[in-house]
């Protein structure tokens, strides 16, 4: 089906661990963007991609990696977790960033111990 | 990172009565004003957007009114139905900026049977 898939949709780890969030779209979409949701802060953007090989900061990117090889994923990289990392992460697409929605998965929720 | 207010925090309404959700935003270029709405469990979807050329939208029960002088815009959701009930973002944009993509906090909204 076309859309934007997360997987795993729930994962529990321990600090310093690695862990890697997956993000998968259908539609071909330039723009992929990485969000974390946490209680009083709404949504926080942690990293984006422009297109294939091209990533950018967003407003909270420390302890997180990305990497974008293709076009259609975008995985997101917890290399060594920390408590503060737990929260839930929604993965969004869109096909520019001029006056475009974006598309959002259904999230992840990390816990980590 | 462009500072973006929305209130209430969060909301009762009684079936069939008007939810207004607001949100102040800072950076007079921002070109596009969506609100998104998003259900537990899910990731946030485009519910309604305007462009600063027009001072209202409305689409079915949903509008959104847009004061460009008083620099904030508003949700309003007539005859607001228990299925309303959900959490609504807004997320004020300007094309070519995704680094400063930023939502607001968010508003619960509960209507009451």
């Known amino acids: 089906d076309a859309g934007i898939t997360q997987s795993p949709r729930y994962k529990i780890t321990e600090t310093g661990r690695q862990v890697t969030l997956m993000c998968h779209q259908t539609w071909s979409h330039s723009y992929m963007f990485w969000y974390r949701q946490d209680l009083g802060h709404g949504l926080r953007l942690i990293y984006y991609s422009a297109a294939a090989d091209i990533t950018d900061k967003g407003e909270v990117p420390d302890g997180y990696v990305v990497s974008r090889s293709k076009t259609e994923n975008f995985p997101l990289t917890l290399e060594s977790a920390t408590r503060s990392q737990t929260s839930v992460y929604f993965c969004a697409s869109s096909e520019s960033d001029s006056n475009q929605p974006q598309h959002f998965g259904d999230g992840t929720r990390l816990s980590i111990l | 990172q462009q500072q973006v207010k929305q209130s209430p925090q969060s909301l009762i309404v009684q079936k069939g009565g008007i939810s207004i959700i607001n949100c102040a935003y800072e950076?007079?270029?921002?070109?596009?004003f969506p609100w998104y709405q998003q259900f537990p469990g899910k990731g946030p979807a485009l519910l309604i957007a305007i462009r600063p050329d027009v001072s209202e939208k409305k689409e079915g029960r949903f509008t959104i009114s847009f004061n460009k002088s008083a620099k904030q815009f508003s949700l309003h959701i007539m005859d607001s139905q228990p299925g309303d009930s959900a959490t609504y973002f807004c997320a004020p944009f300007l094309s070519g900026s995704a680094r400063q993509l930023t939502f607001g906090s968010g508003t619960q909204l509960t209507v009451l049977p």
């Open positions: 950076n007079t270029a921002f070109d596009y």
